[in-house]
T-cell receptor, first 114, second 111 residues
Framework: EAQVTQNPRYLITVTGKKLTVTCSQNMNHEYMSWYRQDPGLGLRQIYYSMNVEVTDKGDVPEGYKVSRKEKRNFPLILESPSPNQTSLYFC?????????????FGNGTRLTVT | RKEVEQDPGPFNVPEGATVAFNCTYSNSASQSFFWYRQDCRKEPKLLMSVYSSGNEDGRFTAQLNRASQYISLLIRDSKLSDSATYLCVSPGYSSASKIIFGSGTRLSIRP
């Protein structure tokens, strides 16, 4: 089954403790992206990747890192999480090069930083 | 002006009604658009792609008006299960391929 898999679904952590949210897709998609969703602010793009070893900042990259060492994986890293990073996070992928390629989303990760 | 703007709603309509909402975009070079549906606390799911001539899928019709730079979504014979937030999405036209989401329109269908 074609899918985008994020883990974990729920995560509660403390300020400053490094964490990684994994994202993997099995559709051989070139484009992958991370979003955070907050009430009243909609979906905001954190980072995206056009292909292996190619990443770029979205609208809200501060406090986050990403890597794209393999095509299928695009982990989101919070080196020193802070409470303002409490949010619902979505990973997404698409075929990318074609403008009419829709995004496929993972199930989301609800992160709470205390 | 935001690149993609939607009326946040909520739209509260009775079951069986026809409801329509729009999404305006600022980049006239945008070629294609999408409507996504998002249920509470779930991931967005593709509802329809919108190309130059519009698109129809069962009770759902999406139209693109390039002159006025908006896309619309029409839902006929609305069902309780149509209650959700509807997101308008415009793939960025720049080489950076930024994908722009509207903030979503909340729709609530009442019995």
């Amino acid at each position: 089954e074609a899918q985008v898999t994020q883990n974990p679904r729920y995560l509660i952590t403390v300020t400053g403790k490094k964490l990684t949210v994994t994202c993997s897709q099995n559709m051989n998609h070139e484009y992958m992206s991370w979003y955070r969703q907050d009430p009243g602010l909609g979906l905001r793009q954190i980072y995206y990747s056009m292909n292996v070893e190619v990443t770029d900042k979205g609208d809200v990259p501060e406090g986050y890192k990403v890597s794209r060492k393999e095509k299928r994986n695009f982990p989101l890293i919070l080196e020193s999480p802070s409470p303002n990073q409490t949010s619902l996070y979505f990973c997404a992928s698409s075929a990318g090069q074609r403008r009419n390629s829709p995004l496929h989303f993972g199930n989301g990760t609800r992160l709470t930083v205390t | 002006r935001k690149e993609v703007e939607q009326d946040p709603g909520p739209f509260n309509v009775p079951e069986g009604a026809t409801v329509a909402f729009n999404c305006t975009y600022s980049n006239s070079a945008s070629q294609s658009f999408f409507w996504y549906r998002q249920d509470c606390r779930k991931e967005p799911k593709l509802l329809m792609s919108v190309y130059s001539s519009g698109n129809e899928d069962g009770r759902f019709t999406a139209q693109l008006n390039r002159a006025s730079q908006y896309i619309s979504l029409l839902i006929r014979d609305s069902k309780l299960s149509d209650s959700a937030t509807y997101l308008c999405v415009s793939p960025g036209y720049s080489s950076a391929s930024k994908i722009i989401f509207g903030s979503g329109t909340r729709l609530s269908i009442r019995p």
